[in-house]
């Protein structure tokens, strides 16, 4: 394709741009290409006091038109594209346009291998080594995962880590803060890490896996409701969700905030949250009609000795 400049783009949006809505001065758009599978355009005309025009819609499809005309030229790499329009003071005089572009390294996604991943793995780990024996091996499920290699918790880690102190084991999600893969926000993921203690003396490893499988599935839900660790944190346990018959006597989890948080991971810390499977009969006396059960969950905790 011959080379379509910036300057060819101001060329072709004149005539279109100049066919403004009365009382329109001036106008600007600004549009971001595909990023993640997503491309966003914004903007309009403006009045002379600066508030927006409602009409003039037919400008974004004009400005996308050029926009896709400049990526099929490939002349520079650009993710941004910035148009700005000016009404002549002349009658019968064209207005001024200029088209601006410009590649932003902050809002390129984050791809399969960026080092980014492993910095958050680390990090965890060198956490919960001050806790325990730390496995070398994870518990994990690994699914289909897409071109920037996300699972369900949006990045590349699902999985559980398993440290062993006395008789005392350990499970924690190792994943959750890993920031997602795909999209370039500055976020640890959905900015938390579950784990659950359990008495290892007398369990056998398929009770072991079988605990860590159901971390892994609570992993999911949280990740899928991403303002849970903002719960957590607002009432400082909640009532999660139920079990299935395969884990009796215990049929529900709570979810509950603990004063330890994950430092040094690429978007600051990230607090950890204590999941506590308990039986129907720790709340079944209690009132349950607050928001998430708080209160019920709560007594529950202090019945345990487990500090919120």
């Not at 066919?19 to 599978?37: L, M, R």
């Not at 897409?146 to 559980?160: A, C, E, I, L």
């Not at 499977?277 to 720790?282: D, G, Q, R, V």
Request: proline residues 5%.
């Amino acid at each position: 394709m011959t080379a379509y400049s910036n300057s060819d783009a101001a060329r072709d949006l004149r005539p279109a741009l100049d066919k403004a809505p009365a009382g329109a001065v001036n106008g600007e758009w600004f549009f971001i290409t595909e990023q993640a599978g997503v491309a966003s355009q914004t903007g309009g005309y403006m009045y002379a006091d600066g508030s927006h025009v409602a009409e003039g819609n037919h400008a974004f499809q004009k400005v996308r038109e050029v926009v896709e005309k400049l990526e099929a030229s490939r002349v520079q790499p650009f993710n941004k594209v910035m148009v700005h329009w000016t009404r002549s003071k002349i009658p019968l005089i064209r207005g001024r346009v200029t088209v601006e572009t410009l590649f932003d390294e902050t809002i390129v996604p984050r791809g399969p291998q960026d080092p980014i991943y492993e910095i958050a793995a680390l990090a965890r780990r060198a956490f919960w080594e001050k806790y325990g024996s730390v496995s070398d091996g994870f518990t994990v499920e690994r699914d289909d995962s897409n071109v920037h290699n996300q699972t369900k918790w949006f990045g590349p880690h699902r999985r559980v880590l398993n440290i062993k102190r006395n008789t005392t084991l350990t499970l924690a999600t190792d994943g959750l803060s890993t920031p997602w893969a795909g999209i370039a926000d500055p976020e640890n993921g959905v900015g938390c890490e579950l784990f659950m203690e359990l008495d290892a003396s007398n369990m056998i490893s398929q009770q072991i896996d079988d605990w860590a499988h159901l971390l892994i599935t609570l992993g999911d839900l949280v990740a899928d409701g991403y303002q849970v660790a903002a719960d957590v944190e607002n009432y400082g346990a909640i009532l999660f969700c139920a079990l299935t018959n395969e884990y009796n006597p215990v049929t529900r989890i709570i979810l509950s905030s603990d004063s330890r948080r994950i430092d040094n991971l690429p978007f600051g810390s990230v607090p950890l949250i204590r999941v506590t499977p308990i039986a129907e009969s720790e709340i079944a006396h209690l009132d349950q009609s607050d928001e998430w059960a708080s209160s019920a969950a709560r007594h529950a905790l202090a019945e345990r000795q487990i500090a919120i």
